[in-house]
């Protein structure tokens, strides 16, 4: 599904943030990366969707080589892969229902896109995802009267709107309660699951990675220094992840 | 009894640039007064011909109230078409030079458009105008038109500039071609304060109308102009009365756009004063 090669990435030269990363993620499944902050996690789920460039490497969606891709081709590349934000992302000003839209924008020419014609069917996704995600009745409100746990359930909508064949999502739960967090996680988990999308998710929590994930990487130093089942997640390995080991106590 | 702390240091930044800057602007004022003769005794001169002007002012003589008429019509066409035209103009030059979204290739172009625009004064620009096409309302529209791309250029580019990077990036993660991003990422995020911009705009060009026509381009500053020279001063006080009863009904229309556009305010909380209005405004950010 996503085969990841060679892939390195350094915004200032010589001093990568990601070193060689060869992994791949299987057709479905939730695969976590965990990591301590500003070790490349979010890098590496960017560059999948090129938000960032890669400097080298090879990023195999579907067959395509990501990294190779520019204009109207990643464009299209992009309307597969859908993304969850850390601070959701939704365009404050518009509605809830312009920002489950936003998922079709690929698929609508910018004309009708500008006049809000969508196409029924689209309108018709929107209002059951709507649903789905519990904001029934929500549609009309505009994004920034929601709270954060609300934001969320809207970002995940807006990229399942996209009938994704892959889902990433950056420290989706990462600004929220840990409640919350679980209830989107599980929200997330189910889509995926009934939708049969893989899900790539960064993340800071431990625990959480373990309840959710099918596969656990670990990254430190820009690179995968783990990767297996949650299970097989103990402590020295923690403590290879992340360094240290007080707080493990 | 403790002792001392120890001393460490000083805990603000005290520089002496700011205190250097204030002494020789207070030196160059007291220096630019006496070098334009600016005096007590020039002030109380001025003031006995002031009195003497404004005596002569009243009552307003609105007598030639057709020419009066046809000149403020004429002030508010130029004002209306010259913010029309401007702001649709100023659109996409200021979107080309907002250098976050545009390549340095388009956006200095642009962006020296704008400058070029704002750099001379709206008056010179109607000179110019009035002699490349002559006397009339023409030269007036294309002056306050320029100015309009001039001002809201620049202030659209900024508010561009400013916009959340992150509600872009999701658009574009979605695979949305460029000017889908343009409206569903970045004109959401800019578009009160456009709004906000345009009108301030109109209320300005509403203004400027009334004062091109001194240079003979059009509206009713013709009038006036050729009322001081008449010595009508008379008939010069019934113009300015009517230029800020003009100027007023503008700013109140002005205030209405921005009320509905920006506070999402109803036709009908227009003409509700206090409670309701506030509530209107409260329940907005900006």
Known sequence: MLDLRHLSKSYVAGKPVLSDINVAIPAQGITAIIGASG???????????????????????????????????????????????????????LTVMENLLCGRLGYVSPWRAWRRKFPPADIARAYE??????????????????????????????????????????????????????????????????????????????????????????????RIVFDGPPADLDDAMLKKIYGGEDWLH | MSTAPAIREDAFRRRAWPRVAAVALFVYVVYACAQLDVSWERVHAGLDNAARFFSRLFPPNFTRSDL???????????????????????????????RNLMPAWISWPARFVIVAARSLHPVIVAIIFVKAVGFGALAGILALTVASIGFIGK???????????????????????????LAYGVLPQVFSRFIGFA???????????????????????????????????????????????????????????????????????LFRRGEAMRHVRHSEDD
Do not use: W
């Open chain 1, 39 to 93: 070790t490349g996690k979010s890098t590496l789920i960017r560059c999948v969707n090129r938000l960032v460039e890669p400097s080298q490497g090879e990023i195999l969606f579907d067959g395509a080589d990501m990294a190779r891709l520019s204009g109207k081709a990643l464009r299209h590349a992009r309307r597969h892969i859908g993304m969850v934000f850390q601070e959701y992302n939704l365009v404050e000003r």
């Open chain 2, 199 to 269: 009108t301030y705009q109109l209320d300005s060009n509403l203004r400027n109308s009334t004062m091109v026509g001194i240079v003979g381009a059009g509206g009713i500053g013709g009038t006036l102009f050729a009322a001081f020279q008449r010595f009508d001063y008379d008939y010069v006080c019934a113009i300015l009365i009517s230029i800020i009863a003009l100027i007023m009904i503008g700013e109140l229309f002005a205030t209405a756009i921005r009320a509905i556009f920006i506070e999402n305010a109803t036709f009908a909380d």
């Open chain 2, 68 to 98: 009066l008429i046809k000149g403020l019509t004429e002030s508010l066409e130029i004002a209306v078409l010259a913010s029309t035209l401007g702001i649709g103009l100023a659109l996409p030059i200021g979107l080309a030079a907002a």
């Open chain 1, 129 to 222: 995802l709507l649903d789905l995600v519990g904001l029934a009745g929500f549609a009309h409100q505009r994004a920034d009267a929601l709270s954060g746990g609300q934001r969320q359930r809207v970002g995940i909508a807006r990229a399942v709107m996209q009938k994704p064949r892959l889902l990433l999502a950056d420290e989706p739960t990462s600004s929220l309660d840990p409640k919350t967090s679980v209830e989107i996680m599980e929200l997330m988990a189910g889509i995926a699951r009934t939708h049969g999308i893989p899900v790539l998710v960064n993340m800071h929590d431990v625990e959480l990675a373990k309840r959710f994930a099918d596969r656990v990487l670990g990254m430190a130093g820009g």
């Open chain 2, 155 to 181: 202030l659209f580019t900024e508010a561009i500039e400013e916009i959340s990077d992150k509600q872009v990036e999701a658009i574009r993660a979605t695979g949305a071609p460029f000017p889908s991003v």
